[in-house]
């Protein structure tokens, strides 16, 4: 065993360990111009030096992982050297998720996350299937045979739709789209620029960031006003607002107002746009591998026979299942995981000095051939029980490790699943020929021009 791969050394330790090989990159910007100028191809050349890389983004130097021992280290065995990455203490990012799942740290966090736990138990969770195929049936209910569709933009509408009907049941329906409105609309320049850009840009006074303070100010007034009208009415509405509203810590405690917004609004942002991904990922993939589609399409026939899927077709609907686990193989939502260091620690026997950034990629590690077979090919069937067994738990994380695992993994895994099955009975896809499908890697792992397709009704 390396040094540091189960057991970090001790600060004073760590200290004299040597530090990673990496790019030197320019005397005053290191890195960064070529990071932003093409963040994967970055990524993946990085790795010529190792398994740890140590780089250096102006005054900041970033630590790439790239074995799934150490990936494990840095997001479970040693977490309690690390917390959540600097950029995400950026003061326009808190501006809207405050101190919520996502951004808290230490004992905050901790409390939180037991309050919010049982609102996402399988259980729980369950009473949302039946609006994930509602959501889906209707969103496709106009559809004409032969017309051409983005799918990244339709599949992005229905799982905002679905997140503000999970999070606020019908009631404030028209409340809770307006949020959905604004929400969609804040998250555009996040699209256009590369994450460093965007964090330094919007320190700025800009217009557009005037425009965003005043938006993400009219969710606040709207979120508070149906949190106050919950509380006062003091019904169970079955949703994911009743259960937070619910959720006692064991000394009695529940959360303030202004706690239940944070998570309210975390919960949003984190809850659509990642599940959309991986959906527009998956259909991208189906219209692409004829041979896959085909098991697909025999496999809703067998346990559907036409009818719409619930809940209790999950366990029967496996290939679906395995369609969407590998979807997020090659099409990781979430690219990369970051934690800064909170004192001097270690990984596989190198130094890690307090202040340093670390990295892991799903985008390298899950497209890794010394993890996987034919990498880069589309094989839903890997995800066979037995051949999942082979496939270190840290060579595959599109949810992240340890104790800050996505909260929310059942219910994307979930609505992935109905979806594609509710739509997947009605219609197949086929791309428009003229496209040549690039990822975008922002925040998420984006299709640069959406996925233009040609719908066909089966
Ligand atoms: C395919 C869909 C999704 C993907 C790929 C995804 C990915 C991730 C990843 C990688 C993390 C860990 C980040 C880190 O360790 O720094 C995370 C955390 C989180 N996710 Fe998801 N997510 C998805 C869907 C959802 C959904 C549907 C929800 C809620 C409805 C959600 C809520 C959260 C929350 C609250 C956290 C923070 C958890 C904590 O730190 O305690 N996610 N997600």
Not at 181 to 201: E, G, H, R, Y
Not at 271 to 276: P, Q, Y
Not at 398 to 422: D, H, K, S, W
């Amino acid at each position: 065993m390396k040094v540091g791969q189960q057991v970090a050394a001790t600060p004073a330790t760590a200290r004299r360990l040597p530090l990673p090989p990496g790019p030197k990159g320019h005397p005053i910007l290191g890195v960064m111009p070529e990071f932003n100028r093409d963040t994967l191809g970055f990524i993946e050349r990085c790795r010529q030096y190792g398994d740890v890389v140590r780089s250096r983004f102006l005054y900041v130097y970033a630590y790439f992982l790239y074995n799934p021992q150490d990936i494990e280290t840095l997001l479970a065995t040693n977490a309690r050297s690390y917390r959540k990455s600097g950029s995400l203490r950026s003061p326009f990012f808190r501006r809207l998720v405050g101190n919520g799942l996502v951004t808290s740290e230490g004992d905050f966090w901790r409390r939180q996350r037991r309050l919010a736990q049982p609102a996402f138990h399988r259980q729980r969770i369950s009473s949302y299937g039946d609006v994930m195929v509602e959501y889906a049936k209707r969103a496709i209910s106009q559809w004409q045979d032969g017309e051409l569709h983005d799918l990244s933009r339709d599949m992005n509408r229905l799982t905002l739709a679905i997140v503000v009907k999970t999070l606020f049941n019908s009631d404030i329906s028209k409340d809770a789209d307006h949020v959905g409105q604004i929400l969609s609309q804040i998250v555009k320049p996040f699209a256009s620029q590369a994450t460093l850009k965007w964090i330094l840009d919007n320190r700025l006074p800009t217009p557009a960031h005037r425009r965003y303070f005043k938006m993400v100010s009219e969710i606040d007034r709207i979120v508070f006003r149906i949190i106050g009208e919950r509380r006062a009415s003091g019904v169970d509405e079955g949703d994911l607002l009743s259960m937070l509203l619910a959720a006692q810590d064991e000394d009695g405690s529940q959360m303030t107002d202004a706690q239940l917004r944070d998570e309210v609004m975390t919960l949003f942002l984190a809850g659509h746009e990642t599940t959309a991904l991986s959906l527009s990922w998956s259909w991208y993939l189906l219209a692409t591998h004829p041979e896959v589609e085909q098991k697909f399409h025999r496999e809703l026939a067998e346990v559907l026979g036409g009818r719409a899927p619930e809940v209790a077709d999950l366990p029967r609907l496996t290939y679906t299942d395995m369609i969407a686990r590998e979807t997020m193989r090659l099409y990781p939502p979430a690219y990369a995981v970051g934690r800064e260091a909170i004192e001097d620690t270690e990984i596989a026997g190198f130094r890690v000095p307090k202040g340093s950034q670390l990295f892991a990629f799903q985008w390298a590690t899950q497209r890794d051939e010394r993890f996987f077979d034919d990498p880069s090919e589309f094989k839903p069937e890997r995800w066979t029980s037995e051949q999942m067994q082979q496939i270190h738990k840290y060579a595959y994380f599109p949810f992240g490790g340890g104790p800050r695992q996505c909260i929310g993994n059942y219910f994307a895994m979930m609505e992935i699943v109905l979806v594609l099955a509710t739509i997947g009975q009605r219609y197949r896809f086929s791309m428009e020929s003229d496209q040549a499908v690039e990822v975008l890697p922002v925040l998420s792992l984006r299709p640069k021009a959406g996925i233009r397709v040609k719908v066909h009704e089966r």
